[in-house]
């Protein structure tokens, strides 16, 4: 099994910065993508940003320019910094990681939540 352990998380003022980790434990032979998702208040779960094993990434617009993702392979730990947050940001962030495990299965897997509250 798997586990997807979260941090950095906070309040913050609009136009603040935050960065999130994500460090993925347990039995793995290599993550190919990984992938951070949010969900607001009353609101769906929605995909922020994703990043593949060699690096190449994917924003949705409303975070271009804004939030930058990055992974370190050697120790399964992927980060998002988010700089100019904006109120509209304000969701439980969550880490998703496509897992490769050691007898060559694929898995998907997701983090607890990390909290980001972004005020006016």
């Known amino acids: 099994q798997v586990q997807l352990v979260e941090s950095g998380g906070g309040l913050v003022q609009a136009g603040g910065s935050l960065r999130l980790s994500c460090a993925a434990s347990?039995?793995?032979?290599?993550?190919?993508?990984m992938g951070w998702y949010r969900r607001a208040p009353g609101k769906a779960r929605e995909l922020v940003a994703v990043i593949t094993k060699s690096g190449i990434t994917n924003y949705v617009d409303f975070v271009k320019g804004r939030f930058t993702i990055s992974r370190d392979n050697a120790k399964n730990t992927v980060w998002l910094q988010m700089n100019s947050l904006k109120p509209e940001d304000t969701a439980v962030y969550y880490c998703?990681?496509?897992?490769?495990?050691?007898?060559?299965?694929?898995?998907?897997?997701w983090g607890e939540g990390t909290l980001v509250t972004v005020s006016s």
């Open positions: 998703n990681a496509d897992v490769r495990g050691p007898f060559g299965y694929d898995k998907n897997y």
């Open positions: 347990g039995s793995i032979f290599s993550i190919n993508s």
